[in-house]
């Protein structure tokens, strides 16, 4: 026993065209325009649009093949970029850690330990506060005035913690890009919260 299935008549549309915008009834699966008339009218936008698109797809690709090129510097530089954008935001409201003075200049995110001599603690929080660029260019950091500020902030205990020896930390790609999403993540919900 066969049975008959009903076609729904299609339902009227809006021509698309601006000039248009007459109703019709579709003779087609994606009919947008009333009439041929109407679609080479409105040709360009579709032209225009699709080539746009075509624009965000090939950038979107390129992306990818920057992203696959990277080496473990690349991604180590992306994270420090991150993590000291974030430390700038956090102590934004304090004063340079080494001088102790707020000014209109530059701001760096200084390592009490340099990243040089400790590697491994890097990306420590409490080893990297807001300083400003003369101390922490020309007086390479001003470690004495440095130390006695960050006992203050810290405590004796932590910054102890610090100059002790750490355990060698060589970083994968994947914890790299891990601490790089999470530090751009804590930056924007500082900025949301400034804002």
Same mark, same amino acid.
């Given at each position: 026993?066969?049975?008959?299935?009903e076609?729904?008549? $299609?339902?009227?549309?809006?021509c698309?065209? $601006?000039?248009?915008?007459?109703?019709? #009834?579709p003779?087609? &699966?994606?009919?947008?325009?009333?009439?041929? +008339?109407c679609g !080479?009218?409105?040709? @360009? #936008?579709?032209?225009?649009?699709?080539? +746009?698109?075509l624009?965000? =797809?090939?950038?979107?690709?390129?992306?990818?093949? +920057?992203?696959?090129?990277?080496?473990?510097?690349?991604?180590?530089?992306?994270?420090?970029?991150?993590?000291?954008e974030?430390?700038r !935001?956090? @102590?934004? @409201?304090l004063?340079? *850690?080494?001088?102790?003075?707020?000014? @209109?200049?530059?701001?760096?995110a200084?390592?009490?330990?340099? #990243?040089a001599a400790?590697? %491994?603690?890097?990306?420590e $929080? !409490?080893?990297?506060?807001?300083?400003?660029?003369?101390?922490?260019?020309?007086?390479?950091?001003?470690? =004495?005035?440095?130390?006695?500020?960050? *006992?203050?902030?810290i405590?004796?205990e932590? =910054?102890?913690? &610090?100059?002790?020896?750490?355990?060698?930390?060589?970083?994968?790609? %994947?914890? &790299?890009?891990?601490?790089?999403?999470?530090?751009?993540?804590?930056?924007?919900? !500082?900025?949301?919260?400034?804002?």
């Amino acid at each position: 026993m066969r049975v008959a299935i009903e076609k729904k008549a $299609p339902k009227p549309k809006t021509c698309r065209n $601006p000039a248009c915008r007459g109703s019709f #009834v579709p003779q087609r &699966l994606g009919q947008a325009v009333c009439s041929p +008339k109407c679609g !080479l009218a409105i040709k @360009d #936008v579709n032209q225009e649009r699709a080539r +746009k698109s075509l624009d965000q =797809v090939g950038r979107a690709e390129i992306r990818v093949r +920057k992203e696959k090129l990277k080496s473990r510097a690349d991604h180590a530089r992306d994270t420090q970029q991150a993590f000291n954008e974030w430390v700038r !935001l956090r @102590d934004a @409201d304090l004063p340079c *850690v080494s001088c102790g003075r707020h000014h @209109d200049g530059q701001y760096h995110a200084g390592h009490y330990r340099t #990243v040089a001599a400790n590697p %491994e603690i890097r990306f420590e $929080p !409490l080893n990297v506060h807001k300083q400003c660029a003369p101390c922490n260019n020309h007086k390479s950091g001003d470690i =004495v005035n440095y130390r006695i500020e960050l *006992v203050k902030r810290i405590g004796t205990e932590a =910054v102890e913690w &610090l100059e002790g020896p750490h355990e060698a930390k060589k970083y994968t790609v %994947e914890e &790299l890009k891990a601490m790089t999403a999470d530090y751009r993540a804590k930056t924007r919900e !500082l900025k949301g919260r400034a804002a």
